[in-house]
């Protein structure tokens, strides 16, 4: 079964700097797609980042980008240049696919980020 | 139209009584989900819709859910019977199938939620 870990419960930056947060991916399939959302005390669900596995370069978005290390099974979130906002949790999600061919998203338990000035 | 509605934000209920919650997608996105998020864990998937037709539930969805999406606009989902274990965020996401530029992928716009406490 697919299956996301992300170790780390929280994390603390100072703003200005850079933060990378852990993600690490199980699944059997060849073709997959890993995903980062953030979600603000609002409750809301940002996407930020999309990386699939065929894909060649590390994806990136403005201050994010993704280091996709497809031997390691890892997909860790960096985010450049830390800004007060960014403080949220951060769900990394793979998307699974079921017996019925649907793919549904799967997610880790997400990791907590607190940026201070 | 500025993303995923839903409605209410918060509710509290007493065990046994019945809630629904009420979502509105974004109007061009034919595919809809409902996840569930209990405290300290990432969400869980409930249910698909394509149009109006349920395509896809979760063994998560038990019979005291139900989940409808009359003419393939809003969706609706009751909880029969409320247990102190139904006490979540209820999160609606939409999406258009592929995002245009982000090759491969089906993005889900999420919704703020509907937080659940059952007494």
């Known amino acids: 079964a697919q299956k996301i870990t992300q170790t780390q419960p929280g994390m603390f930056v100072q703003e200005k700097e850079a933060v990378t947060l852990d993600c690490t991916y199980d699944?059997?399939?060849?073709?997959?797609?890993l995903f980062w959302y953030k979600q603000p005390s609002s409750g809301e669900m940002i996407f930020l980042i999309y990386q699939g596995s065929y894909d060649e370069q590390n994806a990136t978005e403005g201050r994010y980008s993704l280091n996709f290390q497809k031997a390691r099974k890892s997909a860790n979130l960096v985010i450049s240049a830390s800004q007060l906002g960014d403080s949220a949790m951060y769900f990394c999600a793979m998307r699974a696919q079921m017996n019925t061919g649907f793919q549904k998203l799967v997610f880790g338990t997400g990791t907590r980020l607190l940026v201070s000035p | 139209d500025t993303g995923v509605s839903q409605n209410p934000r918060h509710k509290i209920t007493k065990r046994g009584q019945n809630v629904t919650f009420r979502c509105d997608p974004i109007?061009?996105?034919?595919?809809l989900y409902w996840y569930r998020q209990t405290l300290g864990q990432g969400p869980e998937f409930l249910t698909y819709f394509q149009n109006e037709a349920q395509l896809e539930k979760s063994r998560l969805l038990s019979d005291r859910f139900s989940a409808e999406r009359p003419k393939g606009s809003f969706s609706t989902l009751e909880i029969q019977r409320t247990e102190q274990g139904d006490s979540a965020m209820y999160l609606c996401a939409s999406s258009p199938g592929f995002r245009r530029g982000v090759s491969g992928a089906n993005v889900l716009t999420f919704g703020a939620g509907s937080r659940l406490t059952v007494l």
């Open positions: 109007s061009e996105h034919n595919r």
């Open positions: 699944t059997s399939d060849q073709s997959y797609g």
